[in-house]
């Protein structure tokens, strides 16, 4: 699993792992929306394109994951998979897989407040990219 939950004092977190930047990237978000709704629920029927922009890479990070929860929240749509199509440590463009939320057949998890800057760390090691990111539910 490219992800893992980091337990957390009143909140919760991500780390994600990935052999490229923009696949750490993919994993934070699958574990992100995973923990929004449970992905064996979630089909695949709908593709939507993702461009997020920040002043650098750690934010990029916050602000993308809160583009996914705001169009969960929002929009009621649940993602399931995630293909970053391009990113710079500034900008991210990618093509999220999902559908629109059917709360008779969707099974919802955690309610995330906020993806917040506490303990953020997106680092490249020997053995590729990691991200950690603590999210307020």
Known sequence: MPY????????????????????????AAEGLAALLCEPDTVKETTSREITVSAPELEALMVDW???INYQ???????????KV??????????TGQGEP?????????????AVTYHQLEVKRGADGWS???ILDI
């Open 4 to 27: 893992k939950y980091l337990e957390h004092t009143a909140d919760t977190g991500i780390i994600a792992n990935g052999r490229s930047l923009a696949e750490v990237f993919e994993s």
């Open 85 to 94: 199509n391009r990113i710079t440590e500034t900008e991210l463009r990618a």
């Open 131 to 133: 991200a950690r990111v």
């Open 65 to 67: 994951l809160a583009e």
């Open 72 to 82: 969960f929240e929002v929009d009621r749509f649940a993602y399931r998979r995630f």
């Open 101 to 113: 939320i059917d709360p008779k057949r969707h099974r919802f998890g955690e309610q995330v407040k």
